[in-house]
């Protein structure tokens, strides 16, 4: 069994954008916009068009650079370190080579969604091989139970270097 349709007038009291309704914001608007950033004071020492262009040159796919360059005064405002924008920039463009310019993100966009952040990471500490060796070699005078898995190659190392001898390594389960 149908139901039967009922037509329902609607009245709208804001019309939809177009001929008599309120016109949409569009980007064009964005223009009529004023960064508070812009304002801002920043370091007396600090040479914003040095740091500019060197982002220039470094960025793989350069937007519109009044745009670029708003959302990079927006970031140093926010107090983000330009060494910190100027890495990340590096790193894109490194993991960029080879991709097709569509797939890579124009400057404005990449600042104002701060993806510096994901290239930028923690100096990595370095690691001195005599202070794992002499590491190593203390767990197998413990008789740690994991050092049987260590080969005899590593032992050998271990033994040359005068960290253990070739009975403690025995005495640990591993065949040298």
């Known amino acids: 069994m149908k139901l039967p349709l009922k ?49 220039v040159s470094v960025y793989p796919r350069m937007g519109d ?19 910190e924008i100027l890495a990340g920039a590096r790193a894109y463009a490194v993991e960029q080579v080879g991709n097709k310019p569509r797939f890579i993100k124009y400057s404005e966009n990449w600042i104002d969604e701060k993806r510096w952040r994901q ?7 370095t690691v001195d091989p005599q202070k794992v060796l002499e590491a190593r070699a203390q767990e197998i005078r413990d008789r740690k139970a994991w050092a049987r898995t260590i080969k005899p190659s590593q032992a050998g190392e271990r033994i040359a270097a005068g960290l253990v001898t070739a009975a403690e390594c025995q005495a640990a389960g591993i065949n040298v």
């Open 7 to 55: 037509l329902v007038t609607v009245s709208r009291k804001n019309p939809p954008a177009g001929k008599t309704g309120p016109l949409r914001k569009n980007n064009k608007q964005k223009e009529k916009q004023i960064s508070c950033a812009a304002d801002a004071p920043h370091k007396s020492d600090f040479d914003f068009d040095g740091f500019f262009g060197e982002f």
């Open 65 to 83: 650079h009044e745009e670029t360059e708003e959302s990079l005064r927006e970031a140093l405002g926010a107090g983000v370190e330009p060494k």
């Open 119 to 125: 290239h930028v990471t923690a100096p990595v500490e």
